[in-house]
Each structure stands twice: as C-alpha cells, then as structure tokens.
T-cell receptor
Framework: NAGVTQTPKFQVLKTGQSMTLQCAQD?????MYWYRQDPGMGLRLIYY???????DKGEVPNGYNVSRLNKREFSLRLESAAPSQTSVYFC??????????????FGEGSRLTVL | LAKTTQPISMDSYEGQEVNITCSHN???????ITWYQQFPSQGPRFIIQ???TKVTNEVASLFIPADRKSSTLSLPRVSLSDTAVYYC????????????FGKGTTLSVSS
C-alpha cells in the first residue's frame, strides 16, 4: 500500500519551461489536492478535486493547471515556469474514513527549482 | 472558511506537557477542528480531530470549549522527536472541501 505517490521528487527548470507534476493514490479516495510550501512557510492550496471529473481553484491557482485524469491520478501543470514557483509541492488525498472524514494523506513532496 | 490563528513558535523541554492553542472565532456549525504535524522535508500527517469537548488518542488530546472559538492541542511528556510544525485546520467534516492551512506553530523541544 503506497498511499500517495508523487513524481518527480526533484526537478530543476529554466524560466519559461513547462512541466507536469504527477500524483497517484491507491486508497480509493474521492478527493485530491495540490499544495505548495515555500521555505519556512505554511502550505497554500493551489487546486483541489472533490471527485473525478471536477476541479476547483484554491488560494493560489495562478500559473497552474490541473487534470483529474481518473479517480487515482491528479496532475499539476506549470505551463511557463517562473522563479516565483520555486517551491515544494505536495499532493494529498482524502476519503470517507470513519472517525475522521476529510483526513488528508500527503505524498513525500516534489521539490521544484526554477532558475 | 474559518480563519485560524496560532502562535508562531513555542519552546519546551523533554518530559514537559505542551499545549498549543488555536483561535478560530468564525467557526461554522458543521466545521470540525483537525491538527496536523509536519517534520522537515515531509508532508503533514494527521494527529487528531474533534468537534466539541475533549478527544484523546494515543499521541495527543484535543480540548474544545463550548463556544468552539478556540481549541488546544495537548502533547503529554514531549520528546526531542516531537520537534515539528503543528497546524490547526477548521473545516467541514467531509472529503472534497477546500482545506486551508494556516502558518502553523513551530515547536522546538530541547533536552
């Protein structure tokens, strides 16, 4: 049981390049999330998907696009990377677990540097 | 969504009890309070969740007063390994809602 898996774990981009962060969960969760965490800061919600086929903006969606490919997978795309997008990106999922519905399960993070 | 306010940092010594308070004055009727712990270079992990009064599990207790405008995470007899950032979240107890993290409280435990 891998939980939430993110790829790649590390990536260096040049300004203007594009890339996609992949996230997959094997817990049969309906909801998935993308957060970013800048050094020494808290997590900020970029986008989330309540269920397959739906996506919604979070706190900081500008510069990002997402795709809920199926129930397992939720990808985050940077179309034209900027240095301000240098951050650690965390994917999370949540489901209907008795006792604490809505509990977030996080991946290990993807560390992105934009030069 | 209810906004949360926590102390930025706290210091403690091994063996002490640590209480971290979170303020959430505009909590809604259907909101629950959830606490997460984050170690460096890792994603946050769930600690405890509650709606009212007191909840206890194997690692922590959560105290929620009757007006629910604040909550207190209590860590009994902390150790060096409890050094981490602790986040308080407030939101509906259902999957698929926008879960917003605050700035969190950095707890430093010394020997």
């Amino acid at each position: 049981n891998a939980g939430v898996t993110q790829t790649p774990k590390f990536q260096v981009l040049k300004t203007g390049q594009s890339m996609t962060l992949q996230c997959a969960q094997d817990m049969n969760h309906n909801s998935m999330y993308w957060y970013r965490q800048d050094p020494g800061m808290g997590l900020r919600l970029i986008y989330y998907s309540a269920s397959e086929g739906t996506t919604d903006k979070g706190e900081v969606p500008n510069g990002y696009n997402v795709s809920r490919l199926n129930k397992r997978e939720f990808s985050l795309r940077l179309e034209s990377a900027a240095p301000s997008q240098t951050s650690v990106y965390f994917c999370a999922s949540s489901g209907m677990r008795p006792g604490h519905t809505g509990e977030l399960f996080f991946g290990e993070g993807s560390r992105l540097t934009v030069l | 969504l209810a906004k949360t306010t926590q102390p930025i940092s706290m210091d403690s010594y091994e063996g002490q009890e640590v209480n971290i308070t979170c303020s959430h004055n505009n909590i809604a009727t259907n909101d629950y309070i959830t606490w997460y712990q984050q170690f460096p270079s890792q994603g946050p992990r769930f600690i405890i969740q509650g709606y009212k009064t007191k909840v206890t599990n194997e690692v922590a207790s959560l105290f929620i007063p009757a007006d629910r405008k604040s909550s207190t995470l209590s860590l009994p007899r902390v150790s060096l390994s409890d050094t981490a950032v602790y986040y308080c979240l407030v939101g509906p107890n259902q999957a698929g809602t926008a879960l917003i993290f605050g700035k969190g409280t950095t707890l430093s435990v010394s020997s």
